[in-house]
């Protein structure tokens, strides 16, 4: 639970809100292993030890903005790998399909060479 509470909010300025989950955290722990005794008491040099041990410390997991932002990265590409469907890889269509936008172009072609011949 603290992992992945610093794995979102360990952001550089943030190093106290952190430290505080951190801490409020062990003390509800503690809290939980104290009452699963009656006989004996956990002390605080026993569970800090134990905090110790089992939570990570408190540190800045994320990087800056400006440096964060600032990496180059490759132009990821889409690519179809898939040999069923030749249209997606660009080869031959599965279907010649009319559409309605090809139908449109070709209506504005057709009046557009009237309108040259009327002139």
């Known amino acids: 639970m603290v992992r992945g509470h ?13 430290n ?12 939980a292993l104290q009452r699963r005794s009656q006989k004996s008491q956990l002390p605080w040099t026993r569970m800090n030890r134990i905090v110790t041990r089992w939570l990570p410390p408190t540190r800045t997991l994320h990087p800056f903005p400006e440096v964060r932002f600032a990496a180059k990265l490759p132009k990821a590409r889409a690519q179809c790998g ?27 072609e057709e009046t557009q060479g009237l309108e040259l011949l009327t002139e």
């Open 6 to 18: 610093q794995a979102y909010y360990a952001v550089p300025g943030n190093n106290r809100a952190v």
């Open 82 to 108: 898939s040999p069923a469907r030749w249209d997606l890889r660009g080869g031959p269509p599965a279907r010649a399909v009319p559409t309605a936008t090809q139908f449109c172009y070709a209506r504005a």
């Open 20 to 31: 505080a989950f951190r801490t409020q955290a062990a003390r509800h722990w503690h809290h």
